[in-house]
């Protein structure tokens, strides 16, 4: 039984995330906590994956894909969200940060873990976006939520997120989902900002190539 105690510890110190605050180094109009960007990524995952499944015919593992998106951004309790906004800069800051986020879950988020749950739980908190469909559906649910945080601070006259919102749009066109393609085409345009001057040209034209035949969406 003592292997297993240690959960409780995690999940009263997983609470951190209520507080910690995304984007901490860029002026924000609305505040979110990581802990509310990890419940909307796992939302919009859950609808990328019905429309992968019952649109397009593509399984997907939902018990998988809902581990990932619950615990993608846990690793956060312990380096902070700074790594979010410099992680990708250049291959070496990627690496050392990636360096550091595994030996933070070896010491802040293991021990707190029982034994037999700490290999599951390190895959999906340090590789949550494999190359899989789970993974790039993770992906794409994380980059849709930060599409839609970006609209909300450009609506509010937040200048510095109109380049955020065309780097993640970008970001966004590199991953090969039908689910995201039919995103992209339809659903966007609820968010009521005009595709090329806000998304960006690339985006436009392919937002008006892509074609899809309503029969498919006529599926329960």
Request: hydrophobic fraction near 40%; charge should be negative.
């Amino acid at each position: 039984m003592e292997n297993d105690m240690p959960f409780g510890k995690h999940i009263y110190e997983v609470r951190t995330l209520m507080e910690l605050k995304r984007y901490q180094n860029r002026f924000m109009f609305k505040r979110r906590s990581v802990a509310e960007h990890m419940w909307s990524v796992a939302k919009i995952a859950e609808g990328l994956a019905i429309w992968e499944e019952r649109k397009f015919d593509h399984p997907v593992n939902m018990g998988i894909l809902l581990e990932r998106c619950i615990n993608h951004d846990v690793i956060e309790k312990a380096t902070g969200d700074i790594i979010a906004t410099t992680k990708k800069r250049t291959k070496d800051m990627q690496s050392a940060l990636e360096e550091i986020e595994g030996l933070a879950y070896e010491e802040e988020i293991q021990p707190d873990l029982p034994n037999s749950w700490r290999p599951r739980f390190r895959e999906y908190m340090l590789n949550p976006k494999a190359d899989d469909i789970e993974g790039a559906i993770l992906t794409a649910a994380d980059i849709i939520d930060t599409v839609l945080e970006a609209i909300e601070e450009v609506k509010l006259g937040n200048e510095v997120f109109e380049k955020i919102l065309k780097e993640v749009m970008a970001l966004l066109l590199k991953v090969e989902l039908d689910s995201v393609k039919y995103f992209i085409r339809y659903a966007m345009l609820d968010f009521g900002l005009d595709y090329e001057t806000y998304y960006g040209k690339e985006v436009a034209t392919y937002a008006k190539s892509l074609y899809f035949d309503p029969k498919v969406f006529d599926k329960n």
